[in-house]
């Protein structure tokens, strides 16, 4: 039994993004938002996947995964990016049945070991808006959107008055 000084196991490292590795990406986009990808690929999205769709996917994913699980890209962008785990799931019936119908059992290997990979991620990065949950009954802070026009900055105040509270308070 450890002692409680001693921690776990390290969390299993994602590799580090770089620039570098922002033109392999752009690629993987290119693909997957290009036909004759693109279409399948918004049915899967949709959880609509007609037929020819799932050994189209299943073989662009495999190929996708080659490149992180041989360090060509790190995890930690592929998994940011797209929910490989879920895609997984998604079509690994199907991939299944193709490697027992063709006795292939590496057929989508990559593709199933980069899906475990991207589930070890996925528990150990909470979403990165789990905040917006956390607050949801305090309604909005301030107006919708993002960087559209802001209101005016309030003036600082007069050295003959006490500072007021500030509109917007820093969450703990």
């Known amino acids: 039994m450890p002692s409680p000084t001693e921690s776990g196991p390290p969390a ?11 033109q392999t990406f752009i690629g993987i986009m290119h693909t997957l938002h290009s036909e004759p ?3 399948a690929f918004g049915r899967l999205l949709k959880k609509n996947l007609q037929a020819d769709d799932y050994m189209l996917l299943a073989h662009v994913f495999e190929e ?7 360090h060509l890209i790190p995890e930690a962008l592929l998994f940011d990016a797209f929910a490989f ?25 990559n593709f199933e070991l980069a899906a475990e990979r991207a589930r070890e ?6 979403p990165k808006l ?12 301030g107006p919708p959107g993002g960087f559209g026009r802001r209101p005016p ?3 600082p105040p007069s050295p003959n008055r006490a500072p007021r509270e500030p509109a917007m308070r820093r969450r703990s």
């Open 12 to 22: 299993p490292g994602f590799g580090r993004v770089s620039a570098e590795h922002a």
């Open 37 to 39: 990808t693109a279409t």
């Open 64 to 70: 996708i995964s080659v490149l992180t699980l041989h």
């Open 85 to 109: 785990d879920l895609y997984w799931d998604e079509l690994r019936e199907d991939i299944l049945a193709l490697r027992t119908q063709t006795g292939n059992e590496k057929f989508c290997e």
């Open 121 to 126: 991620y996925r528990r150990d990065r909470p």
């Open 130 to 141: 789990r905040w917006r949950r956390r607050h949801e009954d305090e309604g909005p802070s």
């Open 153 to 155: 900055t309030p003036a």
